[in-house]
């Protein structure tokens, strides 16, 4: 790596990484620190002229390094900033935002909150370009905040159309109409037509995604009309294609179509390649729902071609995804799969893991209908596996769907059973959240609509205000009123839901885990094991002569006996073990990562936790041993749990004829 901290005029000019023009060399001697800096920017032009953009980068830090030794920090700034401009154009994502970050840190310290207000704004823009949308988000948070506190309202409207622009792509629908609202108000004030046509078009996009198809087109059309005035072909083009999405979403086909080709043609006659790219995916699409297969393969084909020059990963994805559709639709199962895969990979590399749980699901899903039901069954779970980890309920409830299939064409009668019903229960959460996001949705329509009437109003009837003022004011406490009978409904539900959850997986006995749960937790930890290679023991104990306790005691003693052993077999068990009533007085404990010694250490605690003191119960003091069988996952002799507890169970049955009150391993 360069040394950038050296005063290049005195390293000589044979160190330097690139040739340094004739012109420049005689300069570049200088031992004045602010001529070096100069000579070396100008180098840095030159390279600048002639498309080098590694030599325009490197030779801009030879001066950034020159200029590190006490020169203008002013200057380094301005250099800084040149910097980050060609890592954002040259797509240096990671190289620009360390830039960024220097930036932002000088002016904190400097108090420019002016330029800070710039930065973070910029910041934004970069972290979008990477699909990094919280990111972004959080950015354009931080501009907005800046930029109120200078006052600088241009800037601020900019900030709120791409914070806006970036809530709805998040699905956070209420801060984004807010922002785009004040963001219109803003450029209104100012009489800036091109931010009313890009917040007009911002607002069609977020009442496209509450199905408000008319709201949507109304603020297309306004925004088309603004750019057809101001003759920007390339923001007709834009709008002509969101225009399309609405109509898309109406299966209005004809209407659609016609839209993206108009679009399409714009950005052909622009030559806007990744413009191109969008319009050629969009008709594609159209011809997908349309069912033309070999129409739709052709447009799709076209925009991955445009894609991959532009190695942008979201769209690269997206394509690849329905080109594996189209191909799947046309029976051509291996072209298929192959497409998945790609986007897989590109899914991968770029770190997009709910991607890749959706390419997993769609790669499941085409091995499943293709009859290979194994390999279904391992990217299916891997998909889940994903899902669970990025808690991303679509995709989990995908992934169920699809394995309860699996496992239901294979005759697996429970465990399609188990994921049919996890299945419902996640597609009954998403049509619940689905209800709240649109009563939410109806709730901010109500209070936008309230505010461009008030706007009007204002305009047009000063003598009415106040009666339609406290008009607006009974409804929104009307509105007040129901949300929070609503929001005290929706807690009673959470609240019901989860004791349902619990009852369902609790032994009402003892508290601890039921039958149905234990085995469940046993058959993922032995799922977890076999994929990842891992130790896995179980331990069933039995309570000895537990017959006994009923018949002289009652049943009332049983239980409490039942209870605290339970109580005393917990305490002595890991946070990552499971313990469960099995039936009657046998537990089943599995313990993850343990191999056999481990999982005898742990039964003989156990055994020896219970026996350490009598149990009172009913009056009377009872001294409770246990016996323990234990097995250890091995490979073949294990094919599944069933395999595992019967080797358990039979170590059990030895330790009861061996005397009782004793751990006895499977092996032994």
Not at 416 to 439: I, N, P, V
Not at 483 to 498: H, I, M, P, T, V
Not at 617 to 625: D, K, V, Y
Request: aromatic content about 6%.
């Amino acid at each position: 790596m360069t040394d950038l901290n050296r005063h290049p005029g005195q390293s000589g000019l044979s160190e330097h990484l690139f040739p340094v023009p004739d012109q420049f060399q005689e300069p570049l001697k200088s031992t004045c620190g602010e001529c070096l800096i100069q000579t070396l920017r100008d180098i840095a032009r030159h390279y600048q002229g002639k498309k080098d953009n590694q030599a325009y980068a490197y030779f801009l830090r030879e001066a950034l390094a020159v200029n590190s030794d006490g020169q203008s920090s002013e200057l380094g700034a301005s250099m800084r900033l040149e910097l980050f401009q060609l890592y954002v154009n040259t797509r240096n994502f990671e190289e620009a935002l360390a830039e960024a970050q220097i930036l932002c840190s000088e002016f904190q310290k400097s108090g420019h909150t002016q330029r800070l207000g710039r930065m973070w704004h910029n910041i934004g823009m970069v972290y979008s370009a990477q699909g990094k949308l919280n990111e972004a988000a959080e950015a354009y948070t931080s501009a907005v905040g800046f930029h109120r506190e200078t006052g600088e309202l241009t800037s601020l409207g900019q900030s709120l159309i791409n914070f806006g622009e970036i809530s709805a792509h998040l699905d956070r629908i209420e801060p984004s109409l807010k922002a785009l609202s004040e963001a219109l108000h803003i450029t209104k004030m100012e009489n800036n037509r091109r931010g009313q046509a890009t917040v007009k078009n911002n607002l069609g996009l977020v009442y496209h995604k509450l199905n408000m198809h008319e709201q949507a087109l109304n603020h297309f059309l306004d925004a088309l009309s603004i750019r057809e005035d101001m003759q920007d072909a390339q923001g007709k083009a834009s709008i002509l294609n969101n225009i399309g999405l609405v109509y898309r979403h109406l299966q209005q086909y004809e209407n659609a179509l016609e839209n993206f080709q108009n679009s399409l043609a714009i950005k052909e006659a622009e030559d806007d390649q990744s413009g191109m790219a969008r319009s050629l995916n969009n008709i594609g699409i159209i011809y997908l729902e349309m069912q033309d297969w070999p129409q739709a393969l052709d447009y799709f084909q076209q925009a991955l071609a445009i894609k991959r020059q532009q190695m942008n990963a979201p769209d690269i994805i997206s394509t690849l995804n329905n080109l594996g559709e189209v191909t799947k639709q046309m029976g051509q199962v291996e072209l298929g799969r192959d497409y998945f895969r790609q986007a897989l990979l590109v899914a991968e590399e770029v770190g997009h893991h709910q991607q890749q749980a959706m390419i997993h699901i769609n790669i499941g899903e085409l091995e499943l209908q293709n009859g290979q039901f194994e390999k279904a069954r391992v990217i299916l779970e891997d998909a889940l596996q994903l899902a669970d980890e990025l808690n991303a309920t679509k995709e989990q409830c995908e992934a169920h769907r699809y394995l309860a299939e699996v496992f239901d064409d294979s005759s697996e009668i429970a465990k399609a059973y188990h994921h049919f019903q996890r299945f419902h229960f996640l597609e009954k959460e998403l049509r619940d959240l689905s209800t709240e996001r649109k009563l939410a949705d109806l709730r901010l329509q109500f209070e936008l609509e309230r505010k461009d009437k008030e706007a009007r109003l204002i305009r047009e009837k000063n003598l009415e205000l106040q009666e339609k003022n406290q008009q607006i004011a009974t409804q929104k406490e009307a509105v007040d009123n129901l949300n929070r009978e609503l929001a005290g409904k929706n807690e009673e539900l959470k609240s019901l839901n989860q004791e349902l959850y619990e009852a369902s997986i609790t032994d009402k006995l003892t508290g601890i885990f039921n039958r149905k749960q234990i085995l469940h937790l046993l058959n993922q930890e032995f799922s977890r094991a076999l994929r990842y290679q891992q130790q896995l023991s179980i331990a069933i104990l039995d309570i000895d002569f537990f017959k006994r306790v009923n018949d002289d005691h009652g049943h009332l003693a049983g239980d409490e006996v039942l209870r605290i052993t339970s109580r005393r077999i917990q305490e002595q068990v890991r946070n990552e073990d499971h313990l469960g009533r099995y039936g009657g007085e046998e537990f089943l404990v599995v313990l993850p990562q343990t191999d056999l010694a481990g999982a005898l250490a742990t039964a003989e605690k156990i055994r020896l936790a219970v026996a350490a003191e009598p149990i009172k119960a009913e009056g009377a003091e009872l001294s409770i041993h246990i016996s323990l069988g234990i097995s250890q996952l091995k490979g073949k002799l294990h094919p599944d749990i069933n395999a595992l507890i019967r080797a358990a169970d039979e170590a059990l049955y030895r330790a009861k004829e061996s005397g009782r009150n004793r751990s006895v391993c499977a092996d032994e």
